[in-house]
C-alpha cells in the first residue's frame, strides 16, 4: 500500500512519502485517514490508525487492492485538533486521483467537515460519532454514522439498566449521572438521556469534565456526596483513566460504571489495575484476534514487514474498531465501483456504494470476520445503521474483555423522534430541502 503522511501545523504543511507495500504503485482509490499519532489523545488514536492502515494495507498485499485497484491512503496527523482537521481535509481532498470519503476521527472535525463535504460531494463515515440526526439520510446526503449512534447507545444503556434493576418501570426514582467530555463529543448523548429521564422517571446528573480530563477530583467527590445507582461516561483519552482510577478510589462499583464505546478499550483500565475489574462499556464489535482477518493480517502485512504498529497490540479494542472502519469502507467502495462498472470510482459512485450497502453475514464471513459484528444495510433514508449496542465487561485478571450480553436495540421512539427534530432543524436552517427516498 502507497502511505503518504501529509502532518499540519501554524499554516505549514510538510509532505513525506512512504511506502508500506515495498514498491511504488500508481494512486488510484485515494484514501485520506485523519489521525492523531501526537497530543494528548494519541494512546487511543494510535491503535485505531494502525487498525485502519492495515486492512487497507491487506487488500494491497493479499487481493491487490479492492476489485483489482489499488489503495492509495493519505494519512494526515489532526491531534484531535478540530482546525488541523480542516487543514488535513483542505490539503487531502484533491491528493492523487482525488479524496474518495473521509472518516474524521473526531466529533468536532465532523461538526465542521458536514458542510464543506457536502459542497464538495465528498462522503464522510462518521462511524459511531459526529452528528447523530446525520443518520436521517434525507437531509444528510453525504454523511454516513452506522452501525448505531450516541443516541442509540444511551437509550441501550438505559436499557440495560433497567434489565439489572427488574424492568423498566424500577427505574422511576434511580439517580443516574453522566460524567462527559466537556465538547461537542461529550454533550450528544444529553438530549436523549433527558427524554429518558421524563420517560421512565429517573433523575439525571450532568457532570461535565474539561479537556484533557486529569482533574476529577471535584467530579467523583459529588458522585460520593449524590450516590447515584448508576454512573454512564462519555469520556476520551486519559480522561477515562482517570475516571476509572477516582471512581475506584470512592468504592463506586465498576458493575455500575458503564463507559461510552470510546471509554472501553485496554487503555482506559490497564492503568487501574484490578481496581477497574467488572467496568461496563458499550461496543458494537468484538475484541481480540480470534477472527480470521488477524490471521491474515499477519500473514500477510506483519509477516511481510509492512504493519502499522507493533504485533502485540493487534486485536485491542481500538485497533479492532480501526479496523472494522476500513472493512465497511472498502466495502463501500466495492459497492460503488460494481454499481457503476469502474476500476477507478470518483467519490459520488462511493456514496452511492455507501448508501447501497449490504454487508449481510454470509459476506462477513467472506471478509474473515464472522461473529466479530454486525450485519449491515444501509438505505437513503437510514445512514445510521441498525442502531444495535452490546455491552462488554472487563476481566481485570485475564486482562481481556468479555460480551456480557447480546445486542440491544435502541429505543426508536425516544431516538427517532430526536433525529427527525435534530435533523429537521438543520435543513431549516440551511435552505434544504429533504430528499424523496421513495
Known amino acids: 500500500m502507497m502511505m503518504k503522511k501529509i502532518a499540519t501545523g501554524l499554516g505549514a504543511v510538510a509532505l513525506t512519502a512512504g511506502l508500506l507495500a515495498g514498491t511504488a504503485l500508481a494512486a488510484e482509490l485515494t484514501v485520506p485517514s485523519l489521525v492523531y499519532r501526537t497530543g494528548p489523545y494519541a494512546p487511543n488514536g494510535i491503535p485505531f490508525a494502525n487498525g485502519y492502515a492495515d486492512y487497507f494495507n491487506l487488500l494491497n498485499a493479499r487481493d491487490g487492492g479492492i476489485e483489482g485497484s489499488k489503495v492509495n491512503l ?7 485538533n478540530t482546525q488541523q482537521g480542516v487543514e488535513c481535509y483542505e490539503n487531502t481532498k484533491g491528493q492523487g486521483t482525488g479524496a474518495l470519503m473521509y472518516q474524521p476521527l473526531s466529533t468536532g472535525i465532523t461538526y465542521q467537515l458536514i458542510p464543506k463535504a457536502s459542497v464538495d460531494k465528498i462522503p464522510v463515515f462518521s462511524m459511531g460519532y459526529g452528528r447523530t440526526s446525520a443518520a436521517n439520510g434525507k437531509i444528510f446526503e453525504w454523511v454516513f454514522n452506522f452501525p448505531a449512534t450516541y443516541w442509540d447507545q444511551a437509550s441501550v444503556f438505559v436499557k440495560y439498566i433497567g434489565e439489572k434493576e427488574g424492568g423498566m418501570e424500577n427505574l422511576k426514582g434511580k439517580k443516574i449521572a453522566l460524567v ?97 475489574n467488572g467496568y461496563l462499556s458499550g461496543t458494537f464489535h ?31 479494542v481500538l485497533y479492532n474498531r480501526g479496523l472494522i472502519a476500513a472493512a465497511w469502507q472498502a466495502e463501500a467502495i466495492r459497492t ?23 454487508v449481510d453475514e454470509a459476506r462477513l464471513k467472506e471478509l474473515g470476520l464472522e461473529g466479530f459484528t454486525i450485519p449491515i444495510t444501509i438505505t437513503c433514508a437510514n445512514h445510521g445503521g ?53
Not at 444495535?388 to 485475564?398: E, I, R, S, T
Not at 429537521?424 to 430528499?435: I, S, V, W
Request: charged share 25%; glycine share 10%; proline share 5%.
Open 74 to 80: 493519505v494519512e494526515c496527523e489532526t491531534a484531535y
Open 180 to 276: 462527559y467530555h466537556n465538547s461537542a463529543y461529550g454533550k450528544e448523548p444529553i438530549r436523549t438521556l433527558e427524554k429518558l429521564s421524563e420517560k421512565h422517571g429517573f433523575s439525571l446528573q450532568l457532570l461535565p469534565v474539561d479537556h484533557p480530563g486529569q482533574e476529577q477530583k471535584s467530579t467523583w467527590l459529588q458522585i460520593r456526596r449524590e450516590r447515584p445507582d448508576w454512573t454512564l461516561m462519555w469520556g476520551w483519552g486519559v480522561m477515562n483513566q482517570v475516571a476509572i482510577k477516582e471512581a475506584a478510589s470512592i468504592g463506586y462499583p465498576m458493575d455500575h460504571f458503564i463507559g461510552v464505546w470510546w471509554s472501553g478499550s485496554e487503555n482506559d483500565v490497564l492503568p487501574a489495575g484490578d481496581a477497574a
Open 286 to 316: 468484538g475484541s481480540g484476534t480470534d477472527f480470521p482477518v488477524h490471521a491474515d493480517i499477519m500473514k500477510h502485512v506483519y509477516d511481510a514487514g509492512s504493519g502499522a504498529g507493533d504485533k502485540d497490540r493487534i486485536g485491542e
Open 336 to 358: 460503488g465501483m460494481k454499481m457503476h462498472s469502474t476500476d477507478s470510482p470518483t467519490a459520488a459512485q462511493v456514496r452511492d456504494g455507501f448508501e447501497n450497502l449490504n
Open 386 to 438: 441498525p442502531g444495535k449496542v452490546f455491552l462488554q465487561q472487563w476481566d481485570a485478571g485475564a486482562k481481556k474483555w468479555n460480551k456480557v450480553t447480546d445486542f440491544y436495540d435502541a429505543d426508536r421512539e425516544v431516538v427517532d423522534a430526536l433525529i427527525a427534530e435534530d435533523s429537521g432543524a438543520y435543513a431549516k436552517e440551511n435552505n434544504l430541502t429533504p430528499r424523496d427516498c421513495g
